[in-house]
């Protein structure tokens, strides 16, 4: 299928192969970027950072100007959802998110209405982006998916083994089932807000995916992650969604085939010849190259970017890595990855 938005990245997700793949990095707007350490330091905590749409706005475009990527996503966080909701979130320095001990019960009674009003600051910061990108760079717009976000609120932060959360998504499965709805409505209706502030792409972000038996998988991950798409496709949105299941392993077949996403976003722990051979050759994929080999540099990031090029050529694909950029990349290893894909 040919697209007639000449920008490489909506090309590659209506279905185009191209002999240069688009590329961008998630997390590319970081720690690892000197400039963007600058503005950081203005900002009093990291949610007000997100919620300030100059600031972020200005974070989303460094590493456009500084790399020309095919695509900008906006700064943000996937933990505005809860915080739009009224569970209080903050962050720790060196340690991440924090977020107010609220029972079960308490997060499934969290409503879903005027969330997304409440975050209109990030759809500024989309209109701020949109007026600064060159003509030939997309703009992605991105929330959590529900089971990832529900981790958070119900563990109170990170979680190694999300624990309480399998926990409660088999004991109480009716109150979970409800959290999941409710953060499923407020994440359709934030990223038709998105769409409608300028976003060419919305990704939904599944960072918890892994280690999730297929009945489970079946109802906290792909079950809300269709209700979102048809609640944004409701809408009237059209826009491309990107669906990024990390850690799924034989799962992302099923979320492939089930979500109603348009392209798939696939994480550097999953076995590519098993990943090509297995996945939609119909549908774009986006992904794989492991953060730490950006890190290594040299010979190693080289032949890995080879392995993935020779693989996925043939078939709709956008260069990216299977998880965020860390913040001790240095940032002329993220030009030698772009000269070494670009020839």
């Keep these: 299928m040919l697209s007639m938005d000449t920008r490489p990245l909506l090309k590659v997700l209506a279905g185009e192969t191209l002999k240069t793949p688009p590329v961008w990095l998630m997390r590319q ?5 000197p400039e963007y350490r600058a503005v950081r330091a203005t900002q009093p905590d990291f949610i007000a950072f ?9 974070v989303t475009l460094q590493p456009i100007r500084r790399y020309g990527f095919d695509a900008s996503i906006v700064f943000a966080d996937i933990l505005l959802i809860p915080h739009a909701m009224g569970q209080k979130v903050w962050f720790e320095k ?22 997304a ?5 990030v759809c500024e910061t989309l209109r701020l982006v949109r007026a600064g990108l060159p003509e030939s760079c997309a703009l992605i717009g991105f929330a959590g998916a529900p089971w990832t976000v529900a981790t958070y609120m119900i563990e109170g932060g990170g979680s190694k083994d999300r624990w309480k959360a399998r926990t409660a998504a088999w004991s109480e499965p009716q109150t979970t089932d409800r959290l999941l709805a409710n953060l499923a409505d407020a994440t359709a209706d ?7 502030a300028g976003a060419d792409v919305l990704k939904i972000f599944e960072s918890w995916a892994e280690g999730l038996p297929a009945p489970l998988f079946d109802r906290v991950v792909i079950a809300p992650t269709r209700r979102i798409v048809n609640r944004v ?35 550097h ?21 492991d953060p730490a080999v950006l890190k290594a540099g040299g010979a190693a990031l080289k032949s ?9 050529g043939g078939r709709p694909y956008v260069f990216n890595l299977g998880h965020g950029i860390n913040p001790d990349v240095p940032p002329e290893h993220v030009t030698e990855l772009l000269a070494h894909i670009r020839g």
């Design 304 to 312: 890995e970017v080879s392995r993935l090029l020779d693989a996925w």
């Design 233 to 267: 496709r409701a809408a009237g949105i059209t826009a491309p969604i990107i669906g990024f299941p990390k850690g799924a392993g034989p799962h992302y077949v099923r979320y492939a085939a089930e979500t109603g996403i348009d392209a798939i976003a696939t994480d």
């Design 269 to 289: 722990g999953l076995d590519t010849g098993w990943a090509v051979n297995n996945l939609p050759r119909s549908m774009p994929v986006q992904g794989q190259l």
């Design 29 to 33: 707007a970081g720690r690892y970027l």
């Design 117 to 121: 009003g409440r975050l209109s600051a």
């Design 190 to 196: 934030y990223l038709v807000a998105q769409a409608k």
């Design 50 to 58: 997100c919620l300030n749409p100059q600031a972020a706005a200005e």
């Design 94 to 115: 060196g340690e991440g998110p924090r977020l107010a001990p609220m029972s079960i019960g308490a997060l499934a009674g969290l409503s879903p209405e005027g969330a």
